[in-house]
Every structure is written in structure tokens, then in C-alpha cells.
């Protein structure tokens, strides 16, 4: 399910946060040893408190849309 609060300052996400499921990590980016792992979760921008970053669920019955 879509995360409908930041998880920073709590506050309902507006319409200018962003919201977005994905379907990995990548990690060391651009670099020689980089790794992508493959997870679900969402990546967040919070417009109300500038918190950005990702949420992996821990339940197996999330749905992505």
C-alpha cells in the first residue's frame, strides 16, 4: 500500500510530495564495485518538511501499482 505519511515529520503527503514505487537499489552508483538489489518499496520527496528517501515495506503483501 502507498505510504500516505512522511515518515519524517508525519504529516499527510500533499500534491507537490513525490510518491513513487520502484523495484531496486543500486548501490555505489556509477562505481566499479556498483550492486543492484533487487527490493520494492517507495521513494519519497516530502514537500512539507524537504525529508527525502525510501521506505521498504516489511510485509510481503504490498501491492505496487
Same mark, same amino acid.
Given at each position: 500500500?502507498?505510504?500516505?505519511?512522511?515518515?519524517?515529520?508525519?504529516?499527510?503527503?500533499?500534491q507537490?510530495?513525490? *510518491?513513487?514505487?520502484?523495484?531496486?537499489?543500486?548501490? +555505489?552508483?556509477?562505481?566499479?564495485? &556498483? $550492486?543492484?538489489?533487487? *527490493?520494492k518499496?517507495?521513494?519519497i520527496e516530502?514537500? +512539507?518538511c524537504?525529508?527525502?528517501? &525510501? $521506505?521498504?515495506?516489511?510485509?510481503k503483501?504490498?501491492?505496487?501499482?
Open positions: 500500500m502507498e505510504p500516505k505519511f512522511c515518515p519524517n515529520c508525519g504529516k499527510n503527503f500533499n507537490d510530495s513525490l *510518491v513513487k514505487s520502484f523495484n531496486g537499489l543500486i548501490l +555505489n552508483h556509477n562505481r566499479k564495485d &556498483e $550492486i543492484t538489489v533487487p *527490493v518499496g517507495w521513494g516530502c514537500f +512539507n524537504d525529508w527525502s528517501g &525510501e $521506505i521498504i515495506p516489511d510485509d503483501q504490498t501491492i505496487f501499482k
